[in-house]
């Protein structure tokens, strides 16, 4: 099981760009989720799917985020235009094989920088 | 809202200190999970917590779910330098199944 896999790693970018953050889950999860971890407010559920759906996304702190799961294997979290105040990591989670509450595994994040 | 309380915040201890950290909500919640993230990396699932005063352990690390399905502690037996890092708590919300987590409790060994 290859685990959840997250890229780029890391991403340095100016204010006003665009950023595109991309997760695969592990095979045969069906629910993926999307967190933001800072120092000041630790970990965040910004948005999660269940079998390529978005269930809530309440978290999504504004309309410059946006994410799609186009398929079971593939997610994209977008932000634009991106802001010095959304530099934080971003992690990737999946998980369940057909239950809700199966723990999540995370991707080893994203480390956004926005200068 | 809903919120959990993990302490200690942080933890200096000597290589061989058992370790002992906790996590107590105000609501009661049937599932808890102990979750440790590795600098640069993601969270990863230590040990899971299913049924009301049950006692769990996973090679150093032992977990308790409180009987009152309030609190949950986590304890490392002679520590070694590999389980620095940031251990959290996490509930499930029976609603919705989403996690609530606590703030962490970093650990640091003193050189």
């Known amino acids: 099981d290859a685990g959840v896999i997250q890229s780029p790693r890391h991403e340095v970018t100016e204010m006003g760009q665009e950023v595109t953050l991309r997760c695969k889950p592990i095979?045969?999860?069906?629910?993926l989720f999307w967190y933001r971890q800072t120092m000041m407010r630790g970990l965040e559920l910004l948005i999660y799917f269940n079998n390529n759906v978005p269930i809530d996304d309440s978290g999504m702190p504004e309309d410059r985020f946006s994410a799609k799961m186009p398929n079971a294997s593939f997610s994209t979290l977008k932000i634009q235009p991106s802001e010095p105040r959304d530099s934080a990591v971003y992690f990737c989670a999946s998980s369940g094989r057909g239950t809700y509450n199966s723990p999540l595994h995370f991707g080893n994040g994203t480390r956004l920088t926005v200068t | 809202g809903q919120q959990l309380n993990q302490s200690p915040q942080s933890m200096f201890i000597q290589e061989g200190e058992d370790v002992s950290m906790n996590c107590t909500s105000s609501?009661?919640?049937?599932?808890w999970l102990w979750y440790k993230q590795d600098p640069g990396e993601g969270p990863v699932l230590l040990i899971a917590?299913?049924?009301a005063g049950e006692l769990t352990s996973n090679g150093r690390l032992t977990a308790q779910f409180g009987i009152t399905r309030k609190d949950s502690f986590l304890n490392i037996s002679a520590s070694i330098p590999s389980d620095v890092g940031i251990y959290f708590c996490?509930?499930?919300?029976?609603?919705?199944?989403?996690?609530?987590w606590g703030a962490g409790t970093k650990l640091i060994i003193k050189p």
């Open positions: 609501s009661i919640f049937n599932t």
């Open positions: 917590l299913y049924k």
């Open positions: 996490a509930v499930v919300m029976d609603s919705n199944y989403q996690l609530i």
């Open positions: 095979s045969g999860h069906n629910s």
